[in-house]
T-cell receptor
C-alpha cells in the first residue's frame, strides 16, 4: 500500500522564480494538507484541500497557492520565491477530518539561492 | 489560538535508560494531542494520539504518553530506549473538526541515544 508520495525530493531555485511541488495522497485518502518546516523548527500549516477546494489556510501570503485534482492529488505553488522560503515542504493526507492522524510524505527540500 | 511548547530542545540519554520528553499545550477548546517522530531526511510518523477516554495512551515502538488536563501537558515516555530511537520528536495539538483540524506543532525535541 503506497503511502504519500511527494516530488521532487530536492530542488534548487533562484530568488524570484516560481516553483510547483506535487503530492499523491495515500490510497483511500481524500484530504491533502501542506506544511512548511524550516530548519530546526516544527512544521507550520500552509493550507488544506478537500473536494478540490481550499478548506483552511494558515498564516502564509498569497504567494503560496495550491490545487487539488479529481484524483485527490495536489500541487503547492510558490511564486516570487524568497530566500526565507527555503524549507522542507511536507504533504499530509487523511480521510476526511483527519483527526485520527495524518500520513505524511517524506517531503520536498526546497533551497532558494 | 493553540500553541505547543516542548520544553527541551535536546535530550541525551544512554541506551536502555528511561526517557521523558515534555510537552505543554495551550488551547481554549477541547484538544486532540499527537506525538510524531521524524528520522533524518524523512517525513513524520505518528507515534500515538489522544482523542478521548483513558489519559494514558500507548503507541508504537514502546512509547506511551499521559494526558494531564489540569497541567495542560502531554509528556512522552519510554521505559528503556534503544539506539534506533535517536530522532526528532514533535508534539502537536489539533482542535478537531470544530475548530479546523490543522495541526499546530512544537519546535521539536532531539532525542540522542548514546551507548
Amino acid at each position: 500500500d503506497a503511502g504519500v508520495t511527494q516530488s521532487p525530493t530536492h530542488l534548487i531555485k533562484t530568488r524570484g522564480q516560481q516553483v510547483t511541488l506535487r503530492c499523491s495522497p495515500k490510497s483511500g485518502h481524500d484530504t491533502v494538507s501542506w506544511y512548511q518546516q524550516a530548519l530546526g523548527q516544527g512544521p507550520q500549516f500552509i493550507f488544506q484541500y478537500y473536494e478540490e477546494e481550499e478548506r483552511q489556510r494558515g498564516n502564509f501570503p498569497d504567494r503560496f497557492s495550491g490545487h487539488q485534482f479529481p484524483n485527490y492529488s495536489s500541487e503547492l505553488n510558490v511564486n516570487a520565491l524568497l530566500l526565507g522560503d527555503s524549507a522542507l515542504y511536507l504533504c499530509a493526507s487523511s480521510l476526511g477530518t483527519g483527526i485520527f492522524g495524518y500520513t505524511f510524505g517524506s517531503g520536498t527540500r526546497l533551497t532558494v539561492v | 489560538a493553540q500553541s505547543v511548547t516542548q520544553l527541551d530542545s535536546q535530550v541525551p540519554v544512554f541506551e536502555e535508560a528511561p526517557v521523558e520528553l515534555r510537552c505543554n499545550y495551550s488551547s481554549s477548546v477541547s484538544v486532540y494531542l499527537f506525538w510524531y517522530v521524524q528520522y533524518p531526511n524523512q517525513g513524520l510518523q505518528l507515534l500515538l494520539k489522544y482523542l478521548s477516554g483513558s489519559t494514558l495512551v500507548k503507541g508504537i515502538n514502546g512509547f506511551e504518553a499521559e494526558f494531564n488536563k489540569s497541567q495542560t501537558s502531554f509528556h512522552l515516555r519510554k521505559p528503556s530506549v534503544h539506539i534506533s530511537d535517536t530522532a526528532e520528536y514533535f508534539c502537536a495539538v489539533s482542535s478537531g473538526p470544530g475548530g479546523g483540524n490543522k495541526l499546530t506543532f512544537g519546535t521539536g525535541t532531539q532525542l540522542k541515544v548514546e551507548l
